[in-house]
């Protein structure tokens, strides 16, 4: 390979890890070379300056100047988490415990809320005080059913969690995360059963939900427990997909209509997210960068909940 062919190829492999957040192993099937290879690219990418990388010590940035920014650039009422702990595990405790507070602040009588399932929002649901709130109802917003048949038990442990906090009554909404035929979506959108719960999905005044990546250093549900073929992966790829909300997948510009794989899922597109008033999003992990800023270009929140160090990596990505 020639000294101006490797540039062109640090370039490309730098253009996809750090503006796209693609894996190495992603990045060595497109470019047909090895993982090793994809990071000594990298590598020559960062010495010849074609990658600028800015770490900032602890307290570099604080929290009020980072809510400013993010709002300002993302116009989200954004509540940025002070975790000094060093590790993804600590920075996810975090967030999830202001995430719950936030929530129970947020709670009124006789409202509905659509939860949707995953890692981070499990763990908030953990991390949940006792708040009867009358006529509370609680919607999930996607499918979960696994092609193990596995999944439901999982969200409906999170939602009767929730439920019995708040005193709430519970929607579930039991069909998968992903039909294996795009027909047998449009088909069981008819049922009367799917309608009901679709309908109360349309009532929601809030909605609490995360964003998935492909690599999170803590894994996102969806990514790891057999919702996903490699046959799903390879197309998810080829789409252009950089990660999910409400396993509805997006590119890194925020789009997500003509991805292949959202005509198979279950969950609410950005534009049906959009239309209920009050939005929580929460993240963690610098991983969850990429995906959390075409959540944001969507316009899916209204509210971001983020730690200092995934706060720092979005803004950094500009």
């Known amino acids: 390979m020639s000294a101006g062919n490797r540039l062109e190829h640090a370039f490309a492999a730098a253009r996809m890890y750090y503006d796209e957040g693609q894996t190495m192993e992603t990045i060595a099937q497109s470019l047909a070379v090895s993982r090793s290879t994809v990071s000594r690219l990298l590598r020559d990418a960062r010495d010849e300056g074609l990658v600028t990388i800015s770490l900032h010590p602890p307290g570099a940035y604080r929290a009020d100047e980072l809510r400013h920014r993010l709002a300002e650039r993302f116009g989200v009422r954004a509540h940025v988490v002070a975790a000094p702990e060093p590790g993804e595990r600590e920075r996810l405790a975090a967030v999830a415990e202001a995430g719950a507070s936030l929530l129970e602040e947020m709670l009124e009588p006789d409202m509905t809320i659509g939860l949707a399932w995953g890692t981070t929002t499990s763990n908030l649901v953990a991390r949940l005080r006792p708040a009867p709130t009358p006529g509370l109802r609680i919607v999930q917003l ?6 193990e048949g596995s999944g439901m038990t999982y969200v409906s442990a ?16 039991p069909v998968p995360a992903f039909f294996d035929h795009a027909s047998t979506r449009q088909a069981m959108w008819q049922e009367r059963s799917v309608q009901r719960v679709l309908h109360v999905q349309r009532q929601c005044t809030l909605a609490v ?12 549900h969806v990514y790891t427990n057999n919702y996903l073929t490699p046959e799903d992966r390879r197309s998810l790829r080829a789409d252009g997909a950089v990660g999910d909300v409400c396993t509805v997948f997006l590119r890194a510009d925020g789009t997500w209509k003509g991805i292949g794989m959202n005509n198979r899922g279950t969950g609410p597109s950005p534009a049906q997210l959009a239309r209920i008033p009050r939005r929580l999003l929460l993240a963690a992990g610098s991983r969850k960068a990429v995906p959390l800023r075409a959540a944001l270009r969507a316009g899916v929140a209204t509210d971001l909940v983020v730690d200092e160090v995934t706060a720092q990596s979005l803004l950094a990505l500009g």
């Open 142 to 147: 996607n499918g979960a059913i696994n092609t």
């Open 158 to 173: 999170v939602l009767a969690k929730a439920a019995g906090l708040w005193d709430a009554t519970v929607h579930h909404f």
């Open 209 to 220: 939900f995360s964003v998935g990546a492909f690599d999170a250093e803590v894994p996102s």
